[in-house]
């Protein structure tokens, strides 16, 4: 996993003995996922992130609702 700001953060777990219960595996949802995909965080606890990953039309949504948000578009300045 990598972030714009920070670089690579993290990875996606791949083992029965990482993955948490109720989630995918990193294996599962290789094919299912763009080169470049974009996920959002649910939980967080402990050392774990629980995140779901975007369709195309949910991070369109995301950005036609946040197009006048100063905070969101940085990048504008």
Do not use: C, P, W
Not at 33 to 60: G, H, M, R, Y
Not at 64 to 75: G, M, R, S, V, W
């Amino acid at each position: 996993m990598r972030t714009e700001l920070f670089g690579k953060t993290g990875y996606l777990a791949n083992s029965t003995t990482t993955v948490i219960k109720g989630t995918m595996s990193a294996g599962r949802i290789y094919d299912k996922i763009a080169d470049v995909s974009f996920a959002e965080v649910k939980f967080i606890a402990n050392d774990s992130v629980i995140a779901k990953v975007l369709t195309q039309e949910e991070i369109e949504e995301l950005l036609k609702a946040h197009e006048n948000d100063e905070f969101f578009n940085l990048d504008d300045e």
